[in-house]
């Protein structure tokens, strides 16, 4: 009975990111991670530190792993892109330690947390997914 319970709270998970998909034009191709679902709470709680998507989605931390994807995208971006994302996630924790939020009004400032044009390294991510996966159907095939 639980674990029923628990596929229809999952269900309900991807129906609401489904449905941000749709909303902001979010290819079906961009691999999103698990731990950073788009719902309504979560686009606030980027707002109120002022992060895009990408700035907490894929953190710095996973460049070092058993998975180099991360860590290859990262090296791709160019520099202004790395500043300005440093400056945003040093300006959100800055935040968090003084107990401080952005008001409303400063809200969607840069820009929506989850407009897939300001997404500079999932699409990145996404095709060296889709690349890999390419070769390990071809390996597959051919062997």
């Known amino acids: 009975q639980l674990t029923k319970f628990k596929r229809f709270l999952k269900g309900l998970v991807y129906k609401e990111e489904a449905r941000y998909r749709r909303q902001y034009n979010i290819p079906d191709w961009y691999v999103l991670p698990a731990h950073a679902r788009m719902t309504p709470a979560f ?17 710095d931390k996973n460049t070092q ?13 160019p520099l202004h892109i790395k500043e300005m994302r440093q400056r945003r996630v040093d300006r959100s924790s800055d935040l968090k330690w003084k107990h401080v939020e952005i008001p409303e009004s400063m809200y969607n400032h ?28 071809m390996v597959y095939k051919y062997e």
Do not use: C, V
């Open 43 to 59: 686009e606030k709680k980027l707002n109120k530190y002022g992060l895009l998507y990408d700035d907490w989605a894929w953190p």
């Open 65 to 77: 792993g058993i998975d180099k994807t991360i860590k290859h995208a990262f090296d791709q971006l």
């Open 110 to 137: 840069q820009g929506r947390p989850f407009d897939p044009n300001l997404m500079y390294i999932t699409p990145i991510i996404s095709k060296m997914k889709m690349e890999q996966q390419i070769n390990r159907d």
